[in-house]
């Protein structure tokens, strides 16, 4: 059974940084990647990591601005978010993927239960 868990959110001012986490128990998979979803809007792809060699991708909002890693093991996922600003306050979920490297959710089997980002003006 995969299990995910996210911590590390909370409420911050406009250019703070902020560290999410994403341990994660049973199967590894191929992809692993961060969502967020902001008040009364759909769920959006912030950043994926995958492949051999731990290749990234990014959503251009967050694009030189956040960074996504995991452990050694990969186990634990996490995602550093510098510079942050008032559009980036939502629910950040992360996600694993037995298949390909992708921005799209539904393709994503397991999701974490989210932790919530609020970033104040």
């Known amino acids: 059974q995969v299990q995910l868990e996210e911590s590390g959110g909370g409420l911050v001012q406009t250019g703070d940084s902020l560290r999410l986490s994403c341990v994660t128990s049973?199967?590894?998979?191929?992809?692993m990647g961060w969502f967020r979803q902001a008040p009364g809007k759909e769920r959006e792809f912030v950043a994926a990591?995958?492949?051999?060699?731990?290749?990234?991708d990014y959503a251009d909002a967050v694009k030189g601005r956040f960074t996504i890693s995991t452990d050694d093991a990969r186990r634990t996922l996490y995602l550093q978010m510098d510079r942050l600003n008032v559009e980036d306050t939502g629910i950040y979920f992360c996600?694993?993927?037995?298949?390909?490297?992708?921005?799209?959710?539904?393709?994503?089997?397991?999701w974490g239960q989210g932790t919530q980002v609020t970033v104040s003006s």
């Open positions: 990591i995958g492949g051999s060699f731990g290749d990234t």
């Open positions: 996600a694993l993927d037995t298949g390909p490297m992708t921005r799209v959710a539904e393709n994503y089997d397991y």
């Open positions: 049973g199967r590894r998979t191929f992809t």
